[in-house]
Antibody
Framework: QVHLVQSGAEVKKPGASVKVSCKAS????????MHWVRRAPGQRLEWMGW????????KYSQKFQGRVTITRDTSASSAYMELSSLESEDTAVYYC????????????WGQGTLVTVSS | EIVLTQSPGTLSLSPGERATLSCRAS???????LAWFQQKPGQAPRLLIY???SRATGIPDRFSGSGSGTDFTLTISRLEPEDFAVYYC?????????FGQGTKLEIK
């Protein structure tokens, strides 16, 4: 069955960057896109962007454009999300989720990675 | 960007009652690319409904979705204790995905 396993919790200082990984199994990695979604404490789910795992094309939410980079390694069936210029407001649980580049919802999710930004 | 607005913010009901949750879009959602998720504390969101009205694999039939265009509804026919959670709608068009702000379904 489909599994998405994310890297462990991170603590970062303001201004730093964080990179979270997501390893997929149980399906053909290049047949889908990988999305990244976050939920800050008491806030709604926020869609950050996607990567087409086949061709590497990306699309980012305007809110995170210029600060987020999503990449993938097809040989490792893994996707990565790097967020730069961290602020305390970026403290959140970050999720990867399988989906498409439109037309299919995020159907399987990773377990989440807590990123804490604190001086 | 399509903005999704959910109502009510909090819904207080008892087990056995019927729950009706609303999701309104700022513009028409193409091809009914509208999904509903359930999220419990400490867990990842779980896909319940996609295509506005199709249940995801393994989802009980007490969950149903309806609507088109800009107005969508999630109905839980008879609430079970495990249904009390936060519910989100999501639109998944080719211009990017967005979520509503969530409805918290709490035990009365």
């Amino acid at each position: 069955q489909v599994h998405l396993v994310q890297s462990g919790a991170e603590v970062k200082k303001p201004g730093a960057s964080v990179k979270v990984s997501c390893k997929a199994s149980g399906y053909t990695f290049t047949n889908y896109a990988m999305h990244w979604v976050r939920r800050a404490p008491g806030q709604r789910l926020e869609w950050m962007g996607w990567i087409n795992a086949d061709n590497g094309n990306t699309k980012y939410s305007q809110k995170f454009q210029g600060r987020v980079t999503i990449t993938r390694d097809t040989s490792a069936s893994s996707a990565y999300m790097e967020l730069s210029s961290l602020e305390s407001e970026d403290t959140a649980v970050y999720y990867c989720a399988r989906g498409a580049t439109g037309g299919w919802p995020t159907d399987y999710w990773g377990q989440g990675t807590l990123v804490t930004v604190s001086s | 960007e399509i903005v999704l607005t959910q109502s009510p913010g909090t819904l207080s009901l008892s087990p056995g009652e019927r729950a009706t949750l609303s999701c309104r879009a700022s513009q028409s959602v193409s091809s009914s690319y509208l999904a509903w998720f359930q999220q419990k504390p400490g867990q990842a969101p779980r896909l319940l409904i996609y295509g506005a009205s199709s249940r995801a694999t393994g989802i009980p039939d007490r969950f149903s979705g309806s609507g088109s265009g800009t107005d969508f509804t999630l109905t839980i026919s008879r609430l079970e204790p495990e249904d009390f959670a936060v519910y989100y709608c999501q639109q998944y068009g080719s211009q990017g995905y967005t979520f509503g702000q969530g409805t918290k379904l709490e035990i009365k």
